[in-house]
């Protein structure tokens, strides 16, 4: 017994130390392609910004060049984060490695052009197809059990640590992504050192982290937690929650709808790419092209006329439009930005800055849209000081209950039924006349 007893704990430590070597390669190799896609989209932020005029009126055919290249190279990954959901979730066990080349062309291309999409679709794209298939090479020489599954993990955590430099939340996002309501501990080794690995490599090679302390910036320093302010935290919460929501749902149904409305993709691309095109050099000539990191910086320059109110509106609105269209590229950091300008509004109706109200909106706007809550708590408070961290705790907890399940990550599970989706649900199978 006590022989067997030593094979076992032996086994784990030999295990954990091989996941924790494979966590390292896996966290360099994705932080240098993280860091060569970022710098090169960029470039592409930059070269829009200087000759958007020129560049916007081929958004369109820049749509049919996605198209093309999905089509020529990469039918099988066309649908890319679906494709690393299913790979984690057990329906399927290998990520081609060329969905790495084709998200990133797809994503710059997007960008360059003016469309609005974000990126760390690409960012955990690349980790989990980079990391399933160093997987698959340490499967064929040991036997770890639930090995697919941990090196995803870890392939995701690295990913988004790599590209936006905050391993805590990309650890925890890895974690909890896959199933909302469940943590995915067995992997946290891996995803922990690849995480590290990821961002200490990406910011090495030039790549830079948005961070602000906003609490010492502002000077503000609450001695006290009351009720009042409390309730404050949740009503914002409670509008940030709606918002992600709603983000996620009409994204999900115009996809669906675009789908179904057009008999040809490239139809579909020609189409609603010019719309989305004019509809960018009516709004402000480009303001809400790209990932809405420009918008994010305006909150946060101190200077009050910056930001409109409805900012907000037309960042969410436009990016759901070009996502829908058959663009590539990402939700979150759209999400950042929507959060932001949301928040910039909310804070003084609540009493606060509005650099305040943006901090908060930057993390439960993300909260609520990805169905993920301690990821969102945690790139709160590298963002901003872990002195917000009771705030964050505060909105980020109230978004994730009014979020109803809803997520970007249309693949996701749930480990828990939202009473109000429960009931949905029950109307929908319930036998009529009764």
Same mark, same amino acid.
């Given at each position: 017994?006590?022989?067997?007893?030593?094979?076992?704990?032996?086994?784990?430590?030999?295990?954990?130390?091989?996941l924790?070597?494979?966590?390292?390669a896996?966290?360099?190799?994705?932080?240098?392609?993280?860091? /060569?896609?970022?710098?090169?989209?960029?470039a592409?932020?930059a070269?829009?910004t200087?000759?958007?005029?020129? !560049?916007?009126?081929?958004?369109?055919?820049?749509?049919?060049? $996605?198209?093309?290249?999905?089509?020529?190279?990469?039918?099988?990954?066309?649908?890319?984060?679906?494709? *690393?959901?299913?790979?984690?979730?057990?329906?399927n066990?290998?990520?081609?490695? %060329?969905?790495?080349p084709?998200?990133? $062309?797809?994503?710059?291309?997007?960008?360059?052009?003016?469309?609005?999409?974000? @990126?760390?679709?690409?960012?955990v794209q690349?980790? /989990?197809?980079?990391?399933?298939?160093?997987? &698959? !090479?340490?499967?064929?020489?040991?036997?770890?059990?639930?090995? &697919?599954?941990?090196?995803?993990?870890?392939?995701?955590?690295?990913?988004f640590?790599g590209?936006?430099?905050?391993?805590l939340?990309?650890?925890?996002?890895a974690?909890?992504?896959?199933?909302?309501?469940? =943590?995915?501990?067995?992997?946290?080794?891996?995803?922990?050192?690849?995480?590290?690995?990821?961002?200490?490599?990406? %910011?090495?090679?030039?790549? %830079?982290?948005?961070?602000?302390?906003?609490?010492?910036?502002?000077?503000?320093?609450?001695?006290t937690?009351?009720?009042?302010?409390?309730?404050?935290?949740?009503?914002?919460?409670?509008?940030?929650?709606?918002?992600g929501?709603?983000?996620?749902?009409?994204?999900?149904?115009? @996809?669906?709808?675009?789908?179904?409305?057009?008999?040809?993709?490239?139809?579909?691309?020609?189409?609603?790419?010019?719309? *989305?095109?004019?509809?960018?050099?009516?709004?402000h000539?480009? @303001?809400?092209?790209?990932?809405?990191s420009?918008?994010?910086?305006?909150?946060?320059?101190?200077?009050?006329?910056?930001?409109?109110?409805?900012?907000?509106?037309?960042?969410?609105?436009?990016?759901?439009?070009?996502?829908?269209?058959?663009?590539?590229?990402?939700e979150? /950091?759209?999400?950042?930005?929507?959060?932001?300008?949301?928040?910039?509004?909310?804070?003084? *109706?609540?009493?606060?800055?509005?650099?305040?109200?943006?901090?908060?909106?930057?993390?439960?706007?993300?909260?609520?849209?990805s169905?993920?809550?301690?990821?969102?708590?945690?790139?709160?408070?590298?963002?901003?000081?872990?002195?917000?961290?009771?705030?964050?705790?505060?909105?980020?907890?109230?978004?994730?209950?009014?979020?109803?399940?809803n997520?970007?990550?249309?693949?996701?599970?749930?480990?828990?039924?939202?009473?109000?989706?429960?009931? &949905? =649900?029950?109307? @929908?199978?319930?036998?009529?006349?009764?």
């Open positions: 017994m006590i022989k067997t007893l030593f094979k076992h704990i032996s086994k784990y430590y030999k295990d954990t130390f091989v924790a070597i494979a966590g390292v896996v966290g360099v190799l994705v932080g240098l392609v993280d860091a /060569a896609f970022g710098l090169g989209l960029n592409c932020t070269i829009r200087k000759y958007f005029w020129y !560049l916007i009126w081929f958004l369109p055919l820049g749509g049919v060049f $996605i198209w093309f290249i999905y089509h020529q190279f990469g039918k099988s990954v066309a649908n890319g984060m679906k494709m *690393v959901f299913h790979v984690g979730l057990g329906k066990t290998k990520l081609p490695i %060329r969905m790495v084709l998200s990133v $062309i797809g994503t710059w291309t997007t960008h360059l052009f003016g469309g609005s999409a974000g @990126r760390e679709g690409v960012a690349i980790g /989990a197809a980079v990391s399933n298939n160093i997987g &698959r !090479l340490v499967d064929k020489t040991i036997d770890i059990e639930n090995s &697919r599954k941990m090196f995803l993990i870890t392939g995701m955590a690295a990913g640590s590209l936006f430099c905050t391993p939340a990309a650890i925890f996002f974690l909890e992504v896959l199933v909302a309501g469940k =943590l995915e501990y067995h992997a946290l080794i891996p995803a922990t050192v690849a995480s590290i690995s990821a961002a200490f490599t990406s %910011r090495t090679l030039g790549l %830079r982290k948005f961070h602000i302390n906003i609490l010492e910036t502002l000077n503000y320093h609450p001695s937690y009351n009720a009042v302010l409390l309730l404050k935290l949740a009503a914002m919460g409670l509008c940030f929650g709606i918002v929501s709603l983000f996620a749902l009409i994204l999900r149904y115009l @996809r669906l709808k675009f789908a179904f409305r057009f008999s040809s993709p490239v139809k579909k691309v020609l189409i609603m790419g010019s719309v *989305v095109a004019v509809l960018m050099m009516i709004f000539q480009g @303001r809400y092209s790209g990932t809405g420009n918008l994010v910086a305006l909150c946060f320059d101190g200077i009050t006329d910056d930001i409109y109110a409805y900012d907000w509106i037309l960042k969410m609105a436009l990016t759901i439009l070009t996502l829908s269209s058959g663009f590539i590229g990402g979150v /950091a759209p999400l950042f930005s929507i959060g932001s300008c949301l928040g910039y509004v909310l804070g003084p *109706v609540f009493g606060f800055d509005p650099m305040f109200g943006a901090a908060l909106g930057f993390a439960s706007v993300f909260c609520s849209g169905n993920t809550l301690l990821a969102a708590i945690l790139v709160g408070v590298e963002s901003f000081g872990y002195n917000m961290l009771p705030f964050f705790s505060v909105v980020c907890f109230v978004s994730f209950i009014f979020n109803f399940n997520s970007i990550f249309t693949a996701q599970r749930v480990a828990f039924t939202h009473p109000v989706r429960h009931q &949905r =649900l029950k109307q @929908r199978i319930a036998p009529k006349g009764s």
